[in-house]
């Protein structure tokens, strides 16, 4: 199935780096999401983008919605352990649609 | 509110057994939508529901079926099983589905990990 590309693949880092990610298609999506997930649990939804060009911050999160509608970043500030997992960004191209994932991208944080 | 809620949390099925997933929405959400997760594909769209019917379907064959209740709880039915098949079989709520994109947003349950020996 579609799939979007996401980079990297995986990320080894020191306990307060800063960390950035991102995801890119060869379509246009009306909605990225965010999600983090833990090892043996579903996806958590962190971050929630609806328009073009959006900046939204969560904590030591922000994420982007690419001006282009095909691309999205995330950005953590200052890691801690707990960031340890795996992020998903996700894209849909219209309410009702289904969510078309990437990848993921491991995090390793190191203290 | 309680979140998204799936049973059984794991499961092991031994290949040409079926097997049925259930899954619970957030409370007020209509639409569910099952997805599966494997290491090899990633997280792969099955189907979504919404108010009993099935308005969306992924690529996945015909022993993928699934249906929704009148409270909006939903379960999915896999038949004839393969190794394949194993996998994190996860199920995702939204408030409306189909209507204003934040009202569309997805949650997701724990999900049911599915053994095939």
């Known amino acids: 199935g579609q799939q979007l590309n996401q980079s990297p693949q995986s990320m080894f880092i020191q306990e307060g780096e800063d960390v950035s990610m991102n995801c890119t298609s060869s379509s246009i999506f009306n909605t990225w999401l965010w999600y983090k997930q833990d090892p043996g649990e579903g996806p958590v939804l962190l971050i929630a983008?609806?328009?073009?060009?959006e900046l939204t911050s969560n904590g030591r999160l922000t994420a982007q919605f690419g001006i282009t509608r095909k691309d999205s970043f995330l950005n953590i500030s200052a890691s801690i352990p707990s960031d340890v997992g795996i992020y998903f960004c996700?894209?849909?191209?219209?309410?009702?649609?289904?969510?078309?994932f990437g990848k993921g991208t491991t995090l390793s944080v190191s203290s | 509110k309680a979140g998204v809620t799936q049973t059984p949390r794991y499961l092991i099925k031994t290949r040409g057994q079926q097997v049925t997933l259930s899954c619970s929405p957030i409370s007020g959400h209509r639409s569910v939508s099952w997805y599966q997760q494997t290491p090899g594909q990633g997280l792969q769209f099955l189907f979504e529901?919404?108010?009993?019917?099935?308005?969306n379907k992924g690529n996945f064959p015909g022993r993928f079926s699934g249906r929704q209740f009148s409270n909006s709880r939903s379960e999915m039915n896999v038949s004839t099983l393969e190794l394949g098949d194993s996998a994190l079989y996860l199920c995702?709520?939204?408030?409306?589905?189909?209507?204003?994109?934040?009202?569309?947003?997805?949650?997701f349950g724990p999900g049911t990990r599915l053994t095939v020996l």
């Open positions: 983008l609806y328009k073009a060009g």
């Open positions: 529901y919404f108010s009993e019917t099935q308005r």
């Open positions: 995702a709520s939204s408030q409306q589905g189909g209507g204003t994109p934040s009202t569309d947003t997805q949650y």
């Open positions: 996700a894209g849909q191209s219209q309410a009702g649609t289904a969510l078309i």
